[in-house]
């Protein structure tokens, strides 16, 4: 049985310092991943999801043995199932609070906004696990094996539908594999 690294061992015996370094490690990327994942249910914000899955994670982290960084795939993992729980309580309930609301228009977004929902739009247009991988690799910055673990598929199937995914986006900008556009 591997020995978990000093991070871990702290956390696992309650340390703050410990959670607030595993947190700065991972939760920002979390949120990012947890909002660019399609969500069916209105009423369960990325932030929801994010703050139940740390919740779980401090409540089973004995359950845990790695690295830190092997830390972020099981977090990843906790909250992949918790929004599964949550597009299925969504799809029983089909609400959507937020399709009622009537928004006002916005004078002229700003050109990051734009460039994010360039981004937005184009891995919409990718299928789930290829999306899925390429926003963990090359959105949030995950690795393979942490990726691999978060989404509960092997190093290779990450690998391909890398690939796949990103072969995909270049022949939506039109842009051919090997030449500079």
Known sequence: M???DPTVAAAKQGDADAWRELYR???GRLLVWLGRRPHTDGAVAAEDLAAEAWLTAASKVTDFTGSADEFAGWLFGISRNL???ARRRGNRRRTSPLAEVESEPVPGPEPAY???DWVRSALAGLPDRERDVVTCLDVIGLDVPTTASALGISH???RVARHR???RLRGQVGLTPGVAG
């Open 2 to 4: 591997r020995a978990d």
């Open 83 to 85: 929004e599964a729980n």
């Open 156 to 158: 290779v199937a990450v």
């Open 114 to 116: 734009v460039a994010q």
């Open 165 to 167: 995914g990103l072969k």
């Open 25 to 27: 490690a991972h939760a």
